[in-house]
T-cell receptor, first 114, second 115 residues
Framework: GNSVTQMEGPVTLSEEAFLTINCTYTATGYPSLFWYVQYPGEGLQLLLKATKADDKGSNKGFEATYRKETTSFHLEKGSVQVSDSAVYFCALSGWDTGRRALTFGSGTRLQVQP | DAGVIQSPRHEVTEMGQEVTLRCKPISGHDYLFWYRQTMMRGLELLIYFNNNVPIDDSGMPEDRFSAKMPNASFSTLKIQPSEPRDSAVYFC?????????????FGQGTRLTVV
């Protein structure tokens, strides 16, 4: 079945540091890949997505590239801010195999210190 | 659009009581999902519907859990009887079929505490 593995947190960084959160996946076919962000007390919000190999999703300074050869979708940001402190979830959807529901990783908590 | 609307936002109930969580998906969306979030198990898919029909309920933990979608604009998740281990945040999400685009929009969640 489908699965997503994320690096464990928390990740603690100083403001303006470079961020990488690793994500790898297992799936049949050609899944769509997503990063969602959850701020305290809120629901999940889509941060970025990629629907085919070599696509790069980007939003708010965050980027992730769909690497089929390494089955990875690592999240990066060049300069984090305190306001980026949240929990980040990597997810996939096996739309082509009929499995439309998102499968999530365990989440990575990011703490950015001023 | 107001987004996915869930109610109540918080629910505290005693063990053994019936609990009903409600969800209004985004208008026009044809998929609806129920997820549960706990510290121990993360985000778990409970059940999802397509055009009001349940497609996969393999994530529903026990017969105490049931979900319905009587129409395109409303769904309920019911727990009867509730137990302390059901305490969690329950999320509803909806999405629209558009080829490879399977982005799901989440509600704010219902935080359930069973004492």
């Amino acid at each position: 079945g489908n699965s997503v593995t994320q690096m464990e947190g928390p990740v603690t960084l100083s403001e303006e540091a470079f961020l990488t959160i690793n994500c790898t996946y297992t799936a049949t076919g050609y899944p769509s890949l997503f990063w969602y962000v959850q701020y305290p007390g809120e629901g999940l919000q889509l941060l970025l997505k990629a629907t085919k190999a070599d696509d790069k999703g980007s939003n708010k300074g965050f980027e992730a590239t769909y690497r089929k050869e390494t089955t990875s979708f690592h999240l990066e940001k060049g300069s984090v801010q305190v306001s980026d402190s949240a929990v980040y979830f990597c997810a996939l959807s096996g739309w082509d195999t009929g499995r439309r529901a998102l499968t999530f990783g365990s989440g990575t908590r990011l703490q950015v210190q001023p | 659009d107001a987004g996915v609307i869930q109610s109540p936002r918080h629910e505290v109930t005693e063990m053994g009581q019936e609990v009903t969580l409600r969800c209004k998906p985004i208008s026009g969306h044809d998929y609806l999902f129920w997820y549960r979030q706990t510290m121990m198990r993360g985000l778990e898919l409970l059940i999802y519907f397509n055009n009001n029909v349940p497609i996969d309920d393999s994530g529903m933990p026990e017969d105490r859990f049931s979900a319905k979608m009587p129409n395109a604009s409303f769904s309920t998740l019911k727990i009867q009887p509730s137990e302390p281990r059901d305490s969690a945040v329950y999320f509803c999400a909806s999405s629209l079929t558009q080829g490879t685009n399977t982005e799901a929009f989440f509600g704010q969640g219902t935080r359930l505490t069973v004492v």
